[in-house]
T-cell receptor, first 116, second 118 residues
Framework: AQSVTQPDIHITVSEGASLELRCNYSYGATPYLFWYVQSPGQGLQLLLKYFSGDTLVQGIKGFEAEFKRSQSSFNLRKPSVHWSDAAEYFCAVDPILTGGGNKLTFGTGTQLKVEL | DAGVIQSPRHEVTEMGQEVTLRCKPISGHNSLFWYRQTMMRGLELLIYFNNNVPIDDSGMPEDRFSAKMPNASFSTLKIQPSEPRDSAVYFC????????????????FGAGSRLTVL
């Protein structure tokens, strides 16, 4: 079955430390891949996306993600975390269905806590 | 650009009452989506529209839920009658959809409507 997995429900890092959030997908072909961030009481904001081409993509707020086809992964990274990065992060995939529409499927999310 | 606008932001109602959530997508966006977010089930796609036409409503939980998009700038999600298990945050999102090419597969979300059914 098609799925998106974020294995880490909660992650705590110290401010200034590096961060990696994991995302794995299970689809027949390479889908479009996204990372969104949700701050408390807010909607989801797009951090970055991968459609094709360079497998390392840059996003907003200093985030980047690397697509690894062999591992069916799209992990999110940041070299130095800031306290304001505390939020919930969602990986999402679009299986690129024919007939139109962007039917995103979201992972269960990873809650990031930043210790000062 | 005001983004995707949802109303109300918060709704508290009693079981059995009708609830209507509203969404104004970004102007020029041709696709509109309704998602529901709960602690237990995460983010679930309820229904999406392309050019005001419902394309896939397989995520709508049951007949108590209905969604309409009478024009390109307005959509509603209605629950009648509401039940406590409908308590959730409901998000509307829009995208350029099929008219925007590959780069259009990006959803912009509204701030959500938090529904509490007592």
């Amino acid at each position: 079955a098609q799925s998106v997995t974020q294995p880490d429900i909660h992650i705590t890092v110290s401010e200034g430390a590096s961060l990696e959030l994991r995302c794995n997908y299970s689809y027949g072909a390479t889908p479009y891949l996204f990372w969104y961030v949700q701050s408390p009481g807010q909607g989801l904001q797009l951090l970055l996306k991968y459609f094709s081409g360079d497998t390392l993509v840059q996003g907003i707020k200093g985030f980047e993600a690397e697509f690894k086809r062999s591992q069916s992964s799209f992990n999110l990274r940041k070299p130095s975390v800031h306290w304001s990065d505390a939020a919930e992060y969602f990986c999402a995939v679009d299986p690129i269905l024919t007939g139109g529409g962007n039917k995103l499927t979201f992972g269960t999310g990873t809650q990031l806590k930043v210790e000062l | 650009d005001a983004g995707v606008i949802q109303s109300p932001r918060h709704e508290v109602t009693e079981m059995g009452q009708e609830v209507t959530l509203r969404c104004k997508p970004i102007s020029g966006h041709n696709s509109l989506f309704w998602y529901r977010q709960t602690m237990m089930r995460g983010l679930e796609l309820l229904i999406y529209f392309n050019n005001n036409v419902p394309i896939d409503d397989s995520g709508m939980p049951e007949d108590r839920f209905s969604a309409k998009m009478p024009n390109a700038s307005f959509s509603t999600l209605k629950i009648q009658p509401s039940e406590p298990r409908d308590s959730a945050v409901y998000f509307c999102a829009s995208s350029l959809g099929t008219s925007g090419g590959v780069g259009a597969n990006v959803l912009t979300f509204g701030a959500g409507s938090r529904l509490t059914v007592l």
